[in-house]
C-alpha cells in the first residue's frame, strides 16, 4: 500500500533518511556509482530515489479525531448579570482605595513644599 504524505511529513522524512545517509548509513537501493557520481553523492537526493520506490521501513501514524454521532451539545456559561459586575468592581474599587491609603497619596501642598527646598543656593 502507498501513503500518500503531507508535504510537511515528506520533508521530515527526507531530512531524516538524507541525515542517516551522510552518517554513512547502508543505501537501500542499489545505485550505480555512475548515477551516484551525476548527483553527486547528494545525500537528500538519494533519500528522495529511496523514498520514490518505497523501500524505506517508515510509516507515519495519523490519529483521527473520534466520531460522534448524535447531536452536538452547547456548553451552559453562567451569565453573569449587571448586579454582580456591579457587586465585583465596587470591591475593586474599595481594594484601591485601600491600597491608596496606606501608600499615603501624595498631596498638592506636599509637592508645593519640596519644590521650594530643591532650588538653587543663591549666596
Known sequence: ????????????????????????????????????????????????????????????????????????KRLKTPLSSDKKKEESEEKLEKEIIEEGEIMELAQPEDEMEDSGDSGSDEE
Open 1 to 72: 500500500m502507498v501513503q500518500i504524505f503531507t508535504k510537511y511529513e515528506r520533508a521530515r522524512i527526507l531530512g531524516a533518511r538524507a541525515l542517516q545517509i551522510a552518517m554513512n548509513a547502508p543505501l537501500l537501493v542499489k545505485i550505480s556509482k555512475d548515477d551516484l557520481e551525476k548527483i553527486n553523492f547528494d545525500a537528500l537526493k538519494i533519500a528522495e530515489v529511496e523514498l520514490e520506490s518505497d523501500v524505506l521501513p517508515i510509516s507515519i501514524n495519523k490519529p483521527m479525531p473520534k466520531k460522534r454521532e448524535g447531536p452536538l
